[in-house]
Every structure is written in C-alpha cells, then in structure tokens.
C-alpha cells in the first residue's frame, strides 16, 4: 500500500539581514593604519634623537681630545694624534653629511677662514686614511703651529657645528656627493702645501677601493672584514696599493667607492668581524 504523502512543506522564511556594524570595518582599517604610521613616525623621531645623541657625543670626544693641540702647544707624536683622528673618523662615520672643502661656511666665532679647506680634508680623509691625517698634523705643528691651532679649531668645533646643523654651512650629502658648483678654486703654488691632503683623483687607490667593494659585497663564503685586512695586505705588496690595516678603514673604503661610483652600499653584516 502506497504511504500517503503530507502537506507540502512551507516555503523558508526570509532570514535578516545582517545589520550594519555601528562602526563599519572601513573606518577600523582606516584607523588601523593610522596607529600603526603614528607608531612609524615615532620609532623613527626615538631612532633620530639617538642617532642625534650619539653624534652630540663624539663631537664632544673630537673636542676633548683635541683640546690641548689647539689650545696650548701643537703637538706632534703619533700617540697623542692617533686616538683624536679615531675620534674624527668616528664622527664623521655618524655624521648625515661631510662638510665641503670647496666652500667656506660664514665665519666662524675664532675661526680662520684660510683654514677651513685643510681642516675639511682632513676631516674627510680621517676615516679612510687616517696615517696620512695623522702625519698631516705632526708636519703642521711642526712647520706651521698658528696654522695647526686654527686647523684644530675648525676640526673641534667648526666642522661639527656645521654637520650638526647648528652653523650655517655647505655640506655634502653622503648619499651622493654633489660639490654643488666649482667653488673656489683650490691652492697653487706655495699655498698648495702636502698637510692639505688634496683629494686628486688617485687611480691605485680607486683600483684598491674597487677590490673592497667587491670583497665586502661578497655573500659565497661571507668574507669576515679581518680576512679582506688580511688578504689586502698581500696584494698590496703586489700591486703597490696603499695598505688598510684596520677594519674600520676597510668599511670606509667600500663606502667610498660605492659612494663615488653611484653603486648600492655594502650588505650590512650583523656581528661579522
């Protein structure tokens, strides 16, 4: 016998529409990304004032140590110029910008303005040759003391308030390093004396600052930096390059090239020595 069949079911109810939410989800996302670039520009405002900070406190070192080269006798032994030159290295390692030997600032409060172009020669050449900065000293406060203190002072206090942004002067940006128009011309004659450290174009050295970059750009094996010292102190005998023997000279060697060639900079590395 056939079941019989029951009422047919009633048809489905509409169900609701999910209501709005009393705060629409644009505006959540909206906010979201504004918490999170708030919190960007703060991290980046603390990362600036501690990069501040530290530059305040090794022009501080460079003026300190200096002190006595300026003030009362120029002297000229390695061991008292060396760790002031490793002071001016490590400031202009922090420094956003080198000051531009081209271009004067204003004048500086007992600043001589002759000195200013010697002083930012060897300001710049501190980090990637500092021997050739410490002879330069020694040779001024042996044959030219006046010349030497006011050297002193621009490399103490002028330079740093001019990178520091507190002295209105011309800089040149690390990123690319632009002289911003031919400036004076430099010294001839017997004003175009060897403590200037003229920055003629030097093509063993541009040879030996190619290698560098290269060694320091290679990830297969990772190159520890006292290997490339070692390794750059063998070829330099080859080649008669101008050795580097210290790691910070190599970092800022590899700098430099990449810097004066428009090339990427070095691969940072975390903790190899």
């Not at 450290?197 to 520890?224: E, F, S």
Request: hydrophobic share 40%; net charge positive; proline share 12%.
């Amino acid at each position: 016998m056939a079941r019989r069949k029951g009422p047919p079911a009633p048809p489905a109810l509409p169900t609701a529409a999910k209501p709005a939410p009393l705060i629409p989800d644009e505006i959540r996302a909206r906010r979201q990304q504004d918490l999170e670039r708030a919190d960007r520009l703060a991290r980046d405002a603390a990362d600036a004032q501690q990069a501040r900070e530290r530059l305040v406190r090794a022009g501080r070192a460079v003026a300190d140590l200096g002190r006595e080269y300026e003030l009362e006798n120029p002297r000229a032994d390695e061991g008292y110029l060396r760790p002031w030159v490793a002071a001016i290295a490590a400031y202009s390692a922090l420094a956003p910008s080198w000051p531009n030997p081209r271009v004067a600032p204003p004048p500086y409060p007992v600043c001589v303005s002759d000195a200013w172009q010697p002083a930012a020669n060897l300001f710049r050449a501190a980090e990637e040759d500092p021997d050739s900065v410490v002879a330069a000293l020694a040779d001024l406060a042996t044959t030219d003391p006046g010349l030497a203190r006011a050297v002193a002072r621009w490399l103490r206090l002028g330079i740093p308030a001019v990178c520091e942004g507190s002295w209105g002067g011309p800089t040149i940006p690390k990123a690319a390093e632009e002289l911003g128009g031919p400036g004076p011309a430099p010294p001839t004659g017997e004003a175009a004396r060897p403590h200037q450290v003229k920055k003629a174009v030097d093509k063993k050295k541009a040879a030996r600052n190619a290698w560098i970059y290269k060694q320091c750009c290679q990830t297969d094996p990772l190159l520890r930096f006292r290997d490339i010292v070692t390794k750059l102190t063998a070829i330099c005998k080859r080649k008669g390059w101008e050795p580097i023997e210290s790691i910070q000279g190599i970092k800022a060697a590899a700098r430099r090239h990449a810097e004066d060639n428009e090339l990427a900079p070095p691969p940072r590395r975390q903790g190899v020595e």
